[in-house]
Structures are given as C-alpha cells and as structure tokens.
C-alpha cells in the first residue's frame, strides 16, 4: 500500500488548509486510517484517526475543535480539514494506515506516507 499525502503549505494563523491522503496499491478500505505530525525537535504525535465507516474518530486534545478527519473510501481518500491554525501547529503531517489496537498510538499503522509541511505563520 502506497500513501500520497498532500495539501501542505504556508499560511497564516487563523486560516485553514485540508490535507488529502490517496492510497492506492493493495489497498483495504477496512483499514483504519490516522494523521500524525512531527514538529522540529519534537517527536511525532496523533492528530486524528477514524475507523473504515468513521464509527469511531478520535481527536487529539489540541486540536479537537478545530480538525476534521473524513474519508472517502469509494476514492481511497482520507481527508484532514485544519481550521482556525496556530503557530504551533506547524509540523510535517503523515498520514498512515493500518489495524492499529489504539487508533491514537503508531503502533499498528503498517503503512506510511511522505509527509506534507504545514507552516502556521503568527
């Protein structure tokens, strides 16, 4: 399974982007799917991550509010919608995917993408 992330890119704080996921290959629309970011120095985090029906979709703390996560799986598209960026949401996003036993830990995805730079500028 190959993942193409995209969507990335400059702004300013309080404006909006939408990062898209494509995953093409072997691909398995059960597959639960997760947005992760690492900042400069920082390790990677959870963002957002959601079942194959979204039936489950969880937030982490600093973003809940202001991400969306959404999938189109008759496309194999996972989406993230960022809304109302801060500076410190600036971070390399990947997206994964995989049967992980918690959809908030990295372990489990199997499968990464590249990576799209958001930069939140203040």
């Known amino acids: 399974v190959q993942l193409q992330a995209s969507g990335g890119g400059l702004v300013q704080a309080g404006d909006s982007l939408r990062l898209s996921c494509a995953a093409s290959?072997?691909?398995?629309?059960?597959?639960?799917m997760g947005w992760f970011r690492q900042a400069p120095g920082k390790e990677r985090e959870f963002v957002a991550g959601s079942t194959w029906s979204e039936s489950t979709v969880l937030y982490a703390d600093s973003v809940k509010g202001r991400f969306t996560i959404s999938r189109d799986n008759a496309r194999n598209v996972v989406y993230l919608q960022l809304d109302s960026l801060k500076p410190e949401d600036t971070a390399v996003y990947y997206c994964?995917?995989?049967?992980?036993?918690?959809?908030?830990?990295?372990?489990?995805?199997?499968?990464w993408g590249q990576g799209t730079l958001v930069t939140v500028s203040s």
């Open positions: 290959g072997r691909t398995d629309r059960r597959y639960v």
């Open positions: 994964a995917a995989g049967w992980p036993r918690k959809i908030g830990a990295t372990e489990g995805y199997n499968f």
